[in-house]
């Protein structure tokens, strides 16, 4: 079992920045990659991006390439997500997601049934 814990999150104006937190519990967290979704108010949950077991490989959706990393401490079990120029259309409740292997087929990621999942955190953009 691994349990993530998502923090962070908060009211933020746009073009302000904001580090999420995902922090893990449980087995040896650099045994998974780990990915952050986001679900919009109204929307379906959307793949953000993901980083793999050490760390040193990351990919992005489009939609927050260039403004959002992913880095992840596994001395301190804790992936990070920096978002930087954050717009409204970022609002929405992230999550983080680990698994052993996380794959993206034709552009679309997904977790597997033996991945875990945080709770979420709320972040909200104003304009």
């Known amino acids: 079992q691994v349990q993530l814990v998502e923090s962070g999150g908060g009211l933020v104006q746009a073009g302000d920045s904001l580090r999420l937190s995902c922090a893990a519990s449980?087995?040896?967290?650099?045994?998974?990659?780990v990915a952050w979704f986001r679900q919009p108010p109204g929307k379906e949950r959307e793949f953000v991006g993901k980083?793999?077991?050490?760390?040193?490989?990351?990919y992005y959706a489009d939609s927050v390439k260039g403004r959002f990393t992913i880095s992840r401490d596994n001395t301190k079990n804790t992936v990070y997500l920096q978002m930087n120029s954050l717009k409204p259309e970022d609002t929405a409740i992230y999550y983080c997601a680990a698994d052993t292997v996380i794959e993206t087929e034709e552009g679309i990621t997904t977790i597997s049934k033996k991945g875990y999942w945080g709770q979420g955190t709320q972040v909200t953009v104003s304009s």
């Open positions: 449980g087995r040896t967290f650099s045994d998974y990659a």
């Open positions: 980083i793999s077991r050490s760390g040193s490989v990351s």
